[in-house]
């Protein structure tokens, strides 16, 4: 077999945008819908105590929820988009850009371990604590949120609605997150209005995220869409492994695999049979 041929077989035909397509407007409009339960549950947790149990239940369930996301509604794009080598090597390039954010944020004094108990930090220098908190957390949400939200714009490309798996996997996966950082950051000495303005700016930049995404990927060729698209599938994974996975297990032990599966499990059936 020559090597054209062989080419042929890994690159399947561009993916051709119709005019069923979303819009711009709704590619912001989505993602603020997704991510607003950020916003939703730091008012929450700010205001309550959240049960560890309850923000681990959610993680181990929504874990199942973003791995479908990335199989069917990334990565699956990304290879009908621009074929094998390139869907892969967008997807390794997405993990190691998570992870060299996340060593950045663990560079800086903070490690993003036990969100429950630390808001979703644990201050490793003895500085501001109010400071350093709301600053490192702001950075985490934005390294968890910037791929979530890009995968919405891109999801859009195909289709007038967004993918309902879609924008509940992201909801969901915002909900602990919310609930403990409110609560850290409420302990940590912040008041309620600068708390709120905070999450509220990580959810529109979450939102611009999802519109450049869409706008970006709508006027280039199947090489970068598909690149750009597998990067989003690989941050999502990694986001998934590093923070979502062991958090969940803490709290649920072998209980994660059943709601972690139970997750995959709706995502999977929400993307073959909710209507586009």
């Keep these: 077999m020559d090597f054209a041929t062989l080419a042929t077989t890994f690159t399947p035909a561009p993916l051709t945008v119709t005019a069923a397509k979303g819009t ?24 309550t105590t959240p049960g560890k149990r309850i923000t681990a239940v959610l993680l181990a369930f929504s874990s199942g929820l973003l791995i479908s996301l990335l199989a069917y509604d990334l990565l699956a794009v990304a290879y009908e988009t621009a074929g ?42 003895q500085r501001d604590p109010a400071t350093s908190t709301s600053m490192a957390l702001v950075i985490g949400a934005l390294i968890d949120g910037i791929p979530e939200a890009a995968s919405i714009g891109i999801s859009l490309l195909e289709n007038r609605l967004v ?12 909900i602990p997150e919310g609930l403990a950082s409110g609560a850290g950051l409420k302990r940590a000495g912040l008041p309620l209005p600068r708390i709120l303005l905070m999450w509220g700016g990580v959810v529109l930049v979450c939102s611009f995220t999802s519109l450049g995404a869409f706008l970006c990927l709508d006027e280039s060729g199947p090489a970068v869409q598909g690149t750009l ?26 209980m994660v695999s059943l709601l972690g599966g139970a997750g995959f499990a709706a995502a999977f059936a929400m993307s073959h049979l909710a209507p586009h």
């Design 229 to 254: 698209i597998s990067l989003a599938g690989g941050g999502v994974l990694a986001m998934t492994l590093q923070t979502v996975i062991p958090e969940a297990f803490e709290e649920t032990h072998d």
């Design 84 to 125: 094998l080598p390139v869907a892969l090597g967008g997807f390794f390039l997405g993990l190691l850009l998570f992870v060299l954010c996340n060593r950045l944020v663990e560079y800086g004094g903070v490690m993003r371990r036990r969100s429950s108990e630390h808001g979703g930090l644990k201050d490793h220098a």
């Design 163 to 174: 993918s309902l798996s879609v924008i509940i996997s992201v909801a969901i996966t915002n």
């Design 24 to 47: 711009a407007l709704g590619a912001f409009a989505w993602a603020f819908l997704a991510t607003v339960s950020l916003l939703i549950s730091a008012w929450i947790g700010s205001i």
